[in-house]
């Protein structure tokens, strides 16, 4: 008999791999003191807005330390209601079309438990955020990846998704403005999308948390659009936008019958999000607004610079139209992905992500991270292009 603990994983999660971005990252903190500047994780270096960190202070103080209902703070889902009016331009009831989620990742994974079946197969856009792939595994869902390209930067497109698609496709998996990419689609790119959708009978799980940081033209949501509300969940969250990334708070909207399947999960598996989390992201709602564009100032000036950095050292860059990522070919180099990032962490001690942790799509492409201060990304990109000329 095995004494093996192995024997006992299931076979889907054994088979899982482990996140790209997470493995290399080991090797980041295994050089910590050694001056490293990191353009690697996806998290904003700005300290949460200091009257959202008031607020669930105050909280505490009052002995706000209860469970909160399954579907979250009656007042905060009607002030999600309201922000979402007002920047997505849909309408949800407060009532029983806001689901609270300990973060966006939560709301993903309830969404994909309660609406894919074993076999169900997942549409979703190639170079993508980690977990994409990996939860449509996780509920036995068969992952469709429809690759997206520097020339349309990075923009999805309806050819790829009519020459992708399969029978039996069930969900469309969206994330505009997209990690890694900072690609985005227009208005009438998505009009294209939401016809496709229509035609094929997609349900669609629409990620927009990036979507305050948009910088070119106007992010439109794909529930905003004609019929589109009643076959879509929307997907949002604070941690970008608010700085609020350890808050773990994030929230679901949709039609009732779907935002009551996703809640059953949810009180099965979570109950509810943590109430000072809850009143943090109150306040971030009904205060925070102009903190937001600050941050988004100091984001665009940041992509702007590293962009220009990176096409002047050799490393062809498109302009992302959102988030805050850039998303550069390497290929000039003669290195793959995983080369050009482990060199230049060793030689140059700046952190990057290979490309290939989006997904083989990203291949020949590493993602840099520009939420870290201006004077950093000034010496990452002075560090970066040493390393490209001793190369050459």
Known sequence: MSND?????????????????????????????????????GEPDFVTPWQIREAAIFALEKGKTYYTSNLGLPELRQEISSYVAKHF????????????????SEALDLAFRAFCNPGDKVMFHQPCYVSYSPSIALVHGEAIAVPT???????????????????DCKILMLNLPCNPTGGTCSHEQLEMIANFAREKNLLVFSDEIYSELTFEGEHTSIASLPDM??????????????AMTGWRIGYACGPVVLIEAMMK?????MMCASIVAQEAALEALRHGEESVIKMREQYHRRRDLIVRRFNEIGLTCHLP?????AFPSITSTGLSSEEFASNLLKSEKVAVVPGTAFGENGGGHVRACFATGYEDLIEACDRIEHFVEVLK
Not at 5 to 20: D, E, I
Not at 149 to 167: G, H, I, M, Q
Not at 229 to 242: D, M, N, P, Q, V
Not at 265 to 269: F, I, M, R
């Open 5 to 41: 603990p192995q024997q006992w994983v299931a076979k889907h999660v054994a088979s899982l791999p482990k996140s790209g971005i997470r493995d290399f990252f080991e090797l980041v903190a295994k050089m910590k003191g050694q001056d490293v500047i990191s353009l690697g994780v």
């Open 89 to 104: 331009n849909v309408s949800y009831r407060p009532d029983d079309q806001v689901l609270v989620t300990v973060g966006v």
């Open 149 to 167: 390209y520097a020339k349309d930067n990075f923009a999805l497109t309806v050819e790829a998704l009519e020459e992708a698609w399969e029978p």
């Open 229 to 242: 509300a009643e076959r879509t969940i929307l997907l949002h969250g604070f941690s970008k936008a608010f």
């Open 265 to 269: 999960v949810h009180q099965y598996s």
């Open 321 to 325: 139209r959102g988030s805050f990522y």
